[in-house]
């Protein structure tokens, strides 16, 4: 049993047993003076009886040490695993994750799989990372190493991922038959009721639309559908939805891609995973394109360049980080080499730091005034969108900045009653204040902008206040035509939305239709006219 299924196993175990059976290793392990066996079981006592992650992390540390200390080769593997493994998934830092896992690979070299038994799986694990770093000349002989190593049933799955990344891999650099190979043999490994059967068919069909074959790629990307779902895979079905509206958009067939369109969009919310959005708004963009609709194609293509940005900015911040960490772990390197010598040539160890010192200065003085640059920047959009915040957190108090002129506001809704009904009509100051509250407050609170078709006419029958009142006071109290004044109300809930970190995985979409806009068009061009950002941008600057 390998590692992992050793925890998980332990896992499923209350804390009174957890207990029990942590005292019987510790026991066995001191009647034959198995220290090996003990320090599996420090191991899995760490997760057991830490919850903070912080302080699993440094009794993890301790225990490396420990494994350095008596040359235990099999915990060291083991520990540096865990290490990597919490800096990856609890920690989110993929290059210091990287480290850990770079420092198995000369132990790994030496070991087999019976004296280690997540040797496949760490191989996978290093050729994923590879893999995500887009390292594919590293990635593929990772992943090779954990197809070759001869595992039990248990840990199939492993062959199975492994050469489906490779799959993956030789398609982003365009060698189409040799991702087929990789697909192909998926398909002849895994068992005719395993979901892989159904992975390694979708993937097969992407590789048929990237060569133009789409009717052999929607006939395969259809059968999958359902026993994908089948499988609880939402997150694959929408893959093959957005490969399926491409290909019924380059036919031309508009109603069989928006369908697959809908689709797409179904079973991204159902997964939660949004990494098929990078390919299913551009597709959209080009649909209403197609649809003669400019401003809702421009707008998908604003998402799709938001939705690319983001991952880049995500991956582009990992290399600097793995960067900053070869960068350090080399200085201190450098610096250890520096003091061995020091005895014996002082003087040249002298101009080789002063060398090294003023090219880390030179280095550091360069990033940091390149990292000033950037922070200005992001300090002039996060104001910004503060600023915009602290007016949501007003009560109505619009801000010059964010109003439209007073030349823009429309012809008030008075202009044909007659000069004695206006007179009738006139309104103390007092009494449009009042009103102005009232009228506030209702809206607010039973949320009556969110309807799409609000006018003025079902907001006087909503309120019982005439309408010729409504008009007046609006434009007259707030100097603004009242459509203006409803998307001020709009907007505001919108930007508490966006600011809201349980809605970030909502779309844009979703968004526009619980503030009360009818479209995504009208969204953004209304939400950039008073904030002076477009939902995206306040979004990554909130």
Not at 160 to 182: K, P, W
Not at 436 to 444: F, R
Request: aromatic share 12%; charged share 25%.
């Amino acid at each position: 049993m390998g590692y992992s299924e050793l925890l998980t196993t332990i896992a499923r175990l209350d804390s009174v047993q957890m207990v029990a059976e942590l005292a019987k290793m510790k026991q066995v392990a001191l009647k034959h003076r198995d220290l090996n066996l003990e320090l599996e079981a420090d191991i899995i006592e760490v997760f057991v009886r830490y919850k903070d992650k912080n302080d699993q992390l440094a009794a993890l540390n301790a225990l490396y040490d420990k494994s350095l200390q008596y040359d235990i080769k099999q915990m060291q593997m083991r520990v540096l695993y865990w290490i990597g493994e919490m800096y990856r998934t609890q920690f989110d830092n993929m290059p210091m994750a990287m480290n850990y896992f770079e420092q198995m690979k000369p132990l790994l070299a030496k070991m087999t799989s019976s004296e280690y038994p997540d040797h496949s799986f760490t191989y996978y694990k290093l050729g994923e990372l590879y893999y995500l770093f887009r390292d594919y000349r590293q990635a593929i002989p990772m992943l090779r190493k954990a197809i070759e190593v001869h595992v039990p049933v248990v840990t199939f799955r492993i062959n199975l991922t492994a050469q489906n990344t490779i799959g993956l891999i030789y398609r982003e650099q365009g060698q189409l038959d040799s991702s087929d190979y990789y697909f192909r043999a998926v398909l002849e490994q895994a068992s005719q009721d395993s979901v892989w059967q159904w992975i390694a068919r979708a993937n097969l069909a992407k590789n048929h639309h990237l060569r133009g074959e789409d009717n052999e790629a929607a006939t395969l990307l259809k059968d999958g559908i359902a026993p994908l779902l089948a499988y609880g895979e939402a997150r694959f079905v929408a893959g093959s939805c957005c490969t399926l509206a491409a290909i019924y958009l380059g036919k031309r067939d508009f109603r069989q891609a928006h369908h697959y369109i809908k689709l797409a969009h179904q079973y991204i919310r159902e997964s939660g995973n949004t990494i098929h959005l990078r390919q299913l708004y551009p597709i959209e963009s080009k649909y209403y394109a197609y649809m003669g609709q400019p401003a809702l194609a421009a707008a998908f293509i604003d998402s799709a360049i938001a939705v690319q940005v983001d991952h880049e900015n995500r991956h582009n911040a990992l290399l600097l980080l793995q960067v900053e960490q070869q960068h350090f772990l080399s200085e201190q390197r450098a610096k250890n080499e520096e003091l061995a010598l020091a005895e014996v040539e002082s003087r040249n160890y002298r101009n080789n730091f002063l060398l090294i010192s003023l090219f880390t200065i030179v280095l550091l003085l360069l990033l940091s005034y390149t990292g000033w640059l950037y922070y200005q920047k992001r300090k002039a959009y996060h104001a910004l969108a503060q600023r915009v915040q602290q007016w949501v957190l007003s009560r109505f108090e619009l801000s010059q900045q964010f109003l439209p002129p007073c030349e823009e506001v429309v012809e008030s809704t008075y202009e044909n009653v007659l000069p004695d009904e206006m007179e009738q009509n006139q309104l103390l100051p007092g009494e449009v204040e009042s009103i102005l509250q009232t009228l506030q407050t209702k809206i607010e609170r039973e949320r009556l902008f969110a309807d799409e078709q609000l006018t003025l006419e079902k907001l006087a029958k909503v309120t019982q206040i005439p309408k010729s009142h409504l008009s007046k006071v609006i434009n007259q109290g707030l100097h603004i035509n009242f459509k203006t004044y409803i998307n001020e109300f709009r907007v505001r809930e919108a930007v508490k939305l966006l600011s809201d970190k349980q809605f970030d995985n909502r779309t844009i979409d979703d968004i526009a239709a619980r503030a009360g806009f009818a479209d995504r068009s009208s969204f953004y061009r209304v939400f950039k006219k008073v904030t002076g950002l477009s939902p995206s941008e306040f979004k990554r600057n909130r």
